[in-house]
């Protein structure tokens, strides 16, 4: 009996062997080959043993490939643990709850793909599986073991998963248009939609160093100031001190009529330190802050910026003037500098500056005092931290037509902050 076991498990193993490196070969060609939609994709991958082998996460209802039909969809690749909770929040936030979510409904999907740390699902990883393919709002293999080892194969060398989640796009024909999607995502949402790689570079393209992009989406207020062009100033740092010298000064500011929205953006890393420091906020009645998942919200995308442009610019990293800007506030935080950050809505009117210097300029805010009214708060700013970037001919000189009801007094030019000159002008409507 034993030799039978022994022969019969060898030849079942050669088998099992030759099965797994024909489906392998299929995969490698899968993706080469051009298909009318998704479904022979997603077959391949998923349904050779299940006719459903999904499931909606919200209602636990069994789901076949044919949801996902014309549909882009993003495989969300991870282990059972799936992601840190702040991650997945951020995640949610981005997708389900962004702006745009509804606009986007039946257009875009996410499947979440589990992968075992091993070549045996453990009970523990059963458990994480079975509780969090409960409680989200996107689709999820059914079954554990319903992935073939040669398609477990496949995403490991083809699609580099090691263990760190991956977002790989896939569009409405079943062709990988992004290999991981999660820092696009992470940094505009909803607004990154179809996901791909295209799409990524196209956004940076259009992209500007603005608090709009610092911003971000993700806290309707901060949404809304942009929306209404306020002056927005961020803050970072954890010596409290300064924090509270910085509050005083502020508060002397705005008692003079100033408009500035305050916020409180901690450190990059949220430790006891700053549960502390964000814990003396309201009982010492400083000012607005970020909650510790939305600080984390807001270090992740910074984050998620750097990599992003670095993928993209590599070759031209030191002319990036927005990679620069955020490698400017990283390594403020990395240092454990204080730091400010200021704009006025989603203008480019936007100068981020050291927590010293910045104090030191509010303590001569009579010298540029008048300069506010003139140009703003942030133009009045730069202004005066760097005169002589005013100096000599304007950059972009123009002519500004008189309009009716214009305020009599000076027009001062946006670019060189000087006061344009007045001209009259006669027209001849006559023929």
């Known amino acids: 009996m034993t030799i039978i076991y022994n022969r019969t498990r060898s030849q079942f193993d050669t088998c099992h062997h030759q099965i797994g490196t024909k489906v392998h070969h299929k995969l490698l060609n899968l993706f080469k080959e051009t298909h009318i939609d998704n479904q022979e994709v997603f077959r391949i991958l998923f349904a050779l043993k299940d006719d459903l082998p999904f499931k909606d996460c919200s209602s636990q209802a069994k789901i076949g490939i044919s949801e996902l039909k014309d549909k882009v969809v993003i495989l969300l690749i991870s282990k059972a643990e799936l992601l840190p909770l702040?991650?997945?929040?951020?995640?949610?936030?981005?997708?389900?709850d962004h702006s745009l979510h509804?606009?986007?409904?039946?257009?875009?999907?996410?499947?979440?793909?589990?992968?075992?740390?091993?070549?045996?699902?453990?009970?523990?990883?059963?458990?994480?599986?079975?509780?969090?393919?409960?409680?989200?709002?996107?689709?999820?293999?059914r079954r554990l073991r319903l992935l073939s080892s040669a398609f477990i194969k496949y995403i490991k060398e083809e699609w580099s998963f090691k263990g760190e989640p991956i977002m790989v796009v896939l569009d409405s024909r079943g062709i990988v248009t992004n290999m991981n999607a999660f820092d696009m995502v992470f940094i505009w949402g909803a607004r990154a939609f179809p996901f791909s790689t295209e799409r990524e570079k196209e956004l940076w393209e259009q992209q500007h160093w603005t608090m709009q992009l610092v911003a971000g989406?993700?806290?309707?207020?901060?949404?809304?100031?942009?929306?209404?062009?306020?002056?927005?100033?961020?803050?970072?740092?954890?010596?409290?001190?300064?924090?509270?010298?910085?509050?005083?000064?502020?508060?002397?500011?705005?008692?003079?009529?100033?408009?500035?929205?305050?916020?409180?953006?901690?450190?990059?890393?949220?430790?006891?330190?700053?549960?502390?420091?964000?814990?003396?906020?309201?009982k010492e009645k400083l000012s607005g802050y970020l909650s510790l998942t939305k600080v984390y919200?807001?270090?992740?995308?910074?984050?998620?910026?750097?990599?992003?442009?670095?993928?993209?610019?590599?070759?031209?990293?030191?002319?990036?003037?927005?990679?620069?800007?955020?490698?400017?506030?990283?390594?403020?935080?990395?240092?454990?500098?204080?730091w400010v950050l200021v704009g006025k809505g989603s203008t480019t009117e936007i100068t981020s500056i050291e927590g010293r210097k910045f104090k030191e300029c509010l303590d001569r805010f009579s010298?540029?005092?008048?300069?506010?009214?003139?140009?703003?708060?942030?133009?009045?700013?730069?202004?005066?931290?760097?005169?002589?970037?005013?100096?000599?001919?304007?950059?972009?000189?123009?002519?500004?037509?008189?309009?009716?009801?214009?305020?009599?007094?000076?027009?001062?030019?946006?670019?060189?902050?000087?006061?344009k000159e007045k001209f009259v002008v006669y027209k001849c409507d006559g023929m």
């Open 367 to 419: 010298k540029w005092r008048e300069d506010v009214g003139k140009f703003g708060f942030v133009e009045a700013l730069r202004s005066f931290l760097d005169p002589l970037a005013y100096v000599g001919s304007c950059p972009q000189p123009s002519v500004v037509p008189y309009e009716e009801g214009l305020l009599e007094g000076d027009v001062y030019c946006k670019h060189c902050k000087r006061p």
């Open 86 to 96: 702040e991650q997945i929040l951020l995640l949610l936030q981005q997708t389900y």
């Open 297 to 338: 919200f807001f270090w992740t995308r910074l984050d998620s910026m750097k990599r992003s442009k670095l993928r993209f610019n590599q070759n031209m990293a030191d002319t990036d003037s927005i990679l620069k800007e955020v490698e400017k506030l990283l390594s403020n935080d990395y240092n454990g500098k204080n």
């Open 102 to 141: 509804k606009k986007l409904e039946g257009s875009y999907a996410i499947l979440w793909v589990p992968v075992s740390s091993s070549n045996t699902w453990t009970e523990a990883e059963e458990e994480n599986f079975n509780f969090l393919s409960s409680i989200f709002p996107w689709y999820s293999i």
């Open 217 to 282: 989406e993700f806290d309707p207020l901060l949404t809304l100031w942009v929306e209404q062009g306020r002056n927005i100033f961020f803050y970072g740092g954890d010596n409290l001190d300064w924090i509270r010298e910085l509050n005083s000064k502020i508060k002397e500011i705005t008692s003079e009529g100033v408009q500035l929205e305050i916020v409180y953006v901690g450190t990059r890393n949220p430790n006891e330190q700053l549960r502390d420091i964000i814990s003396c906020f309201n």
